[in-house]
């Protein structure tokens, strides 16, 4: 019988934002997988655990991986960590899940910290529909292509971004999105030196040319307004009106179909159509 894989989210910041089944899931696994195992090493230490650990990040992930899902399938348990965050959101733990799924190997998701949830509950933006962008591509056409394709998007983006690549960002988005878009970024999110600037994007643009930004963030942005639809006219109902009069319906019941269809007065088109030649 295989073990489990455990997703095991550590904190992005705080060391009190651990929870028992966190430490505990740690503690029971049978070895632990991490993007870094210097900083899980710091982790474990807080807790007071020793564990046998492998390394697993991006660029070792398909030997890793492998090797990872042939100790589960021999019966291990392994807790999957990252740096900080929730493993396999914007993460190459994603591919071990996909591996696990594909394997026939139970995956355990235990919920905890996670940067975009925690940014977005308090940006300010709307949250009921959002989308979680990631990081955007190094390569400056690579990321103007991603952005274009986010334009016309409704609901609310999410993006992570580093310090070095920020200001380069904020004034594609401005390009992209208008510099009156409203914009919130999270800063060093539960850290000592926590701060989230509600803004517009030309002036997020303007604000970290001229301060270079410091620590990891979280931008959350207002999606576009909905398309207003133009209302009908009757001239639109009566247009409709000829079109199903053509197809052959009487001329109340095309002027009962058109009215309904477009939103229009009944009585009024009916007067409309009765007089045109």
Do not use: W
């Not at 095309?254 to 007067?271: F, H, I, P, T």
């Amino acid at each position: 019988m295989s073990g489990t894989l455990y997703l095991v989210p550590t904190p992005i910041g705080n060391l009190g934002d651990i929870s028992p089944r966190m430490a505990q899931t740690m503690a029971q696994a049978d070895f632990i997988a991490a993007e870094d195992t210097r900083v899980t090493m710091k982790l474990l230490n807080h807790l007071e655990l020793k564990k046998p650990m492998v390394s697993y990040y991006r660029h070792n992930s398909e030997n890793s991986g492998q090797s990872i899902l042939q100790r589960l399938l021999a019966g291990e348990s392994c807790a999957l960590v990252t740096d900080a965050g929730t493993p396999a959101i914007s993460d190459p733990g994603e591919d071990l899940v996909a591996l696990c799924a594909q394997n026939g190997v139970p995956v355990v998701s235990i919920p905890g910290p996670c940067a975009l949830v925690t940014a977005l509950a308090a940006s300010g933006q709307p949250t009921g529909r959002f989308t979680f962008e990631g990081f955007l591509a190094m390569n400056k056409k690579n990321r103007r292509r991603h952005l274009e394709s986010l334009r016309g998007e409704e609901r609310t983006m999410i993006f992570y971004e580093a310090p070095h690549k920020l200001p380069a960002t904020l004034k594609d988005l401005a390009a992209t999105f208008g510099p009156e878009r409203p914009i919130s970024l999270c800063r060093e999110l539960s850290k000592l030196h926590e701060e989230i600037r509600r803004t517009t994007l030309g002036e997020a643009a303007d604000y970290y040319d001229q301060n270079p930004p410091r620590g990891e963030f979280v931008l959350v942005v207002r999606g576009a307004e909905p398309a207003q639809e133009e209302e009908a006219t009757l001239e639109d109902g009566l247009a409709r009106v000829r079109a199903l009069r053509e197809e052959g319906a009487s001329l109340r019941d095309a002027v009962k179909q058109a009215a309904k269809e477009l939103g229009l007065s009944r009585n009024e088109l009916y007067d409309m159509a009765v007089n045109d030649k």
